[in-house]
């Protein structure tokens, strides 16, 4: 394959059409000077056009729900990245590779990265996407305000109930006492902590609680100066991954280069989308 100091100046190869995204010979040339630049040495063009594949997939998906990067985001993006950036010589390294390529910049390299988070965090609070789940959470919450206890509220509604103990642990408790602490409870994070210190024993907060991933009822059993006993009832929300490929399986994909393909079937077999490939 050619390297891309030539290839940068030769006319591109098309080879992927991913719904209305066209992938190049010289895409897969940045790519893989990329994957160098960040220590990838074995990367090769079955890898690089793997990895662009997964990419243009999240892009295409975004775009039907109208998610996309708009100019002033990939401006922001860029500004974030030079001043807040852990591994300047990467960044720099990564520059140098696309020279004054700043569309190809964008759209291979800070595009996906935007997009990637854009598309998980809608689809976390979708309120339509997850509306089965929040009715069943809903029920639960009624059923523990009309007295049931959350385990018989849980089992109710086919939930996951769960009894955990954190630890509260002082900056000046001795460390001759750690070992007194469970082994099993932990510190809470900083949003349960809130919760948990606004409510009193036996009270259930007022307020259904979401996350990324799921939905809780929380009630307060038990709380000292060592630690919170709480009592949770969880509805997992559907995960990205099972929304995100039944959504993809929808925009056609065509490999024209049949070497390539060939080489992806026989060793990408495990990604969802090749196994789907060796289908045709």
């Not at 349960?192 to 609680?209: C, T």
């Not at 630690?227 to 024209?256: C, G, H, N």
Request: hydrophobic share 35%.
């Amino acid at each position: 394959m050619m390297s891309l100091s030539s290839g940068s100046t030769a006319s591109p190869v098309l080879l992927v059409e991913l719904g209305t995204t066209k992938i190049t010979s010289i895409d897969i040339l940045y790519k893989i000077a990329v994957e160098k630049a960040y220590g990838n040495a074995t990367i090769n063009e079955t890898g690089a056009l793997v990895s662009l594949i997964n990419d243009v997939f999240e892009m295409e998906v975004g775009r039907i729900f109208g998610i996309t990067a708009t100019p002033e985001e990939i401006a922001a993006f860029c500004k974030h990245v030079d001043e807040t950036t852990k591994a300047p010589e990467i960044l720099a390294q990564v520059k140098r590779i696309f020279k004054d390529d700043q569309s190809a910049y964008e759209r291979l390299y800070v595009t996906p990265k935007i997009i990637n988070q854009k598309l998980r965090a809608w689809y976390s609070r979708d309120v339509e996407l997850h509306k089965d789940e929040r009715n069943v959470i809903e029920k639960a919450y009624h059923l523990v305000h009309s007295g049931k206890t959350s385990e018989r509220a849980a089992h109710a509604c086919s939930l996951i109930y769960s009894k955990i103990e954190y630890k509260i642990k002082s900056d000046t408790m001795p460390q001759s006492l750690d070992g007194y602490f469970p082994e099993s409870s932990g510190p809470l994070n900083e949003p349960m902590q809130a919760i948990v210190d606004s409510i009193s024993e036996g009270e259930i907060y007022k307020n259904i609680v979401e996350d990324d991933n799921s939905y809780k009822v929380i009630r307060l059993v038990q709380k000292d100066s060592t630690q919170y006993t709480v009592e949770t009832i969880t509805k997992t929300k559907r995960p990205f991954m099972d929304w995100f490929q039944e959504q993809a399986t929808q925009i056609s994909i065509r490999l024209l280069d049949a070497e390539l393909k060939a080489k992806i079937i026989e060793e990408y077999s495990h990604v969802w989308w090749v196994r789907e490939l060796s289908k045709e």
